[in-house]
């Protein structure tokens, strides 16, 4: 088990950017990856970004070219660089670590993103 800490997440402008951080508590390298999903109101939590274990990066269709995740890995650390932020990116951020099977067996508690005028 590790603990992930979310943060960086606020109210933005449309077209704006933030940085969202994931400090976890251990080696993030000893997961398979580390995932960024988001959770908008009366919506199902959906996958953002993941960045596997050997650097390989998946991002979803309605993120790409506006998204960016990576990580440090002495910091254990994992990153999501959000451009061009739009209303519909307005959503809590979580990190997650997931594991060889491939489940999700850690997460951060959220963190709110609002991209609003």
């Known amino acids: 088990q590790v603990q992930l800490v979310e943060s960086g997440g606020g109210l933005v402008q449309p077209g704006g950017s933030l940085r969202l951080s994931c400090a976890a508590s251990?080696?993030?390298?000893?997961?398979?990856?580390m995932g960024w999903y988001r959770q908008a109101p009366g919506k199902q939590r959906e996958l953002v970004a993941v960045i596997f274990r050997g650097g390989m990066t998946n991002y979803a269709d309605f993120v790409k070219g506006r998204f960016t995740i990576s990580r440090d890995n002495a910091k254990s650390t994992v990153y999501l660089q959000m451009n061009s932020l739009k209303p519909e990116d307005t959503a809590v951020y979580y990190c997650g670590a997931r594991n060889g099977l491939g489940e999700y067996g850690s997460w951060g508690q959220g963190i709110q993103v609002t991209v609003a005028s």
């Open positions: 251990g080696i993030i390298l000893r997961f398979n990856a």
